[in-house]
């Protein structure tokens, strides 16, 4: 590799003091969504740092007061040699008043070899690690044949997909690194619907009809909702079961697919039959499923189930799947994400993490999901390789390991260098 790189990875340690004050920077912004809303300056911010580097800037709202921004640097010769997305999420997990920070999620400290603050882990460390990365190239004079496209997104914490809106935006690039909470593990993603069975009775009834209902001779063909849903309730346990026995992925331990019966929400008061009922279930499914395939098993599943029920057949459950917003609509989708280990975008960024740690990649699945499921998505051949821990992910007094921070930048140093000055 070409020695004005050296100079440039050598200064990642030398000026380290710089990038632990990028991220203090980025923590102090206050992001939590919930509630949301609240991450205008923090991309404004990010916009103008990219921006001061070259990059050509594409900010719009998604929402009011959370923008998406989309930092584009051209490259020389961007026909003959690839490109490169770098996506991460802006906003961090929710926090409450009551929580006891050593310092407090918004006011960074930095001991013993980690900083502590909400989002250091998930993910303002990989964000600032990637912009720090960013700036040392920029003031080497170091120019990239290929482009290089920064989304810094919204939304990521309660299922609203700026990634999505970026894709849909037309943003694509030969390979996309989301520099979310992975340990520096290369990963790949299984999927996450959320979705609302609902049984539902055309017609209300008083609670004195009940008799009528259930009794020998009473001649009333009605039904509670709430009761009918725990046949559906069963059935989603018994598919849960099915799958756990039937299905499998490398790298997943088994039963890793789930449908959690997460919300019940039905009946008007106690006077009446209750003629509704609402179940709100979230689903787990595999890397190498879709969300579409996912709800279309247990729809099947269920309608039998409502076949075999007298009242159900007449009356059957209805589906309403996905959204795009807990906090908008109550649903979210994280659709799967596998990861192909023979990519050479996988095979460089897997070479450099080697090169820089001096100790094997582990090229595994995340535990959680990401934003990197709209690449997989789109098509667009992504990865999921940042600092921080899962375990410290959303967690009170929430930290990164400094080192760590050091490595990915080298990593990501390196990569942006080779991948972008790769032919096509
Ligand atoms: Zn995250």
């Not at 929402?63 to 961090?92: C, F, M, R, T, W």
């Not at 310092?103 to 250091?120: E, N, S």
């Not at 700026?162 to 340990?183: I, M, N, P």
């Not at 088994?254 to 279930?281: K, M, Y």
């Amino acid at each position: 590799m070409a020695k004005e790189l050296d100079v440039v990875i050598q200064q990642v340690e030398e000026r380290q003091v710089e990038l632990i004050q990028l991220v203090e920077r980025l923590v102090r912004f206050e992001t939590p969504a919930p509630p949301a809303r609240n991450t205008a300056e923090a991309q404004g911010f990010i916009a103008e740092f990219l921006q001061e580097r070259g990059f050509e800037i594409d900010q719009w709202e998604v929402y009011p007061g959370d923008p998406n921004v989309v930092g584009i640097l051209k490259g020389q010769a961007p026909e003959l040699y690839k490109s490169l997305i770098i996506n991460g999420h802006i906003d961090v997990a929710e926090v409450s008043s009551d929580e006891p920070w050593e310092a407090g999620p918004f006011t960074p400290l930095v001991r013993d070899g980690v900083i502590i603050g909400r989002g250091v882990a998930d993910m303002k460390g990989g964000l600032a690690g990637a912009l720090f990365a960013v700036q040392l190239l920029g003031e080497a004079g170091i120019r990239l044949p290929g482009d290089l496209i920064f989304q810094s997104v919204i939304g990521e914490e309660v299922g609203e997909a700026g990634t999505l809106e970026c894709c849909k935006r037309g943003y694509r690039a030969d390979f996309a690194v989301v520099v979310d909470t992975s340990d520096l593990h290369l990963q790949g993603q299984g999927g996450v619907i959320t979705g609302w069975i609902t049984v539902k009775s055309q017609q209300t009834w008083h609670d004195a009809t009940r008799k009528s209902m259930i009794h020998a001779g009473g001649k009333l063909f009605g039904a509670s909702a709430i009761e009918k849903m725990m046949k559906v309730v069963q059935g989603l346990q018994e598919l849960e079961r099915h799958w756990a026995v039937m299905k499998s992925y490398p790298g997943c331990s088994p039963g890793t697919t789930t449908i959690n019966p997460a919300v019940i929400e039905g009946g008007r008061h106690a006077a009446f039959i209750a003629d509704e009922c609402r179940l709100w279930i979230t689903v787990h499914f595999y890397p190498n499923e879709t969300y579409d395939e996912v709800i279309q098993e247990i729809e099947a599943h269920i309608d039998r189930i409502a076949q075999s029920d007298l009242w159900l057949r007449e009356n059957p459950p209805t589906f309403n799947w996905g959204g795009s917003s807990m906090i908008e609509d109550r649903g979210e989708i994280f659709p799967s994400l596998e990861v192909d280990p023979d990519h050479p975008g996988v095979k460089a960024l897997k070479a450099f993490h080697e090169l820089v740690l001096d100790k094997p990649a582990m090229i595994d699945v995340s535990a959680t999901v990401t934003d990197g499921g709209w690449f997989g998505d789109a098509g667009i051949p992504a990865v999921i390789y940042g600092p921080g821990r899962l375990e410290h992910a959303h967690a009170v007094n929430e930290q990164v390991s400094i080192a760590q921070l050091i490595d990915f930048t080298k990593v990501m140093l390196k990569f942006i260098y080779a991948w972008c000055r790769t032919e096509r």
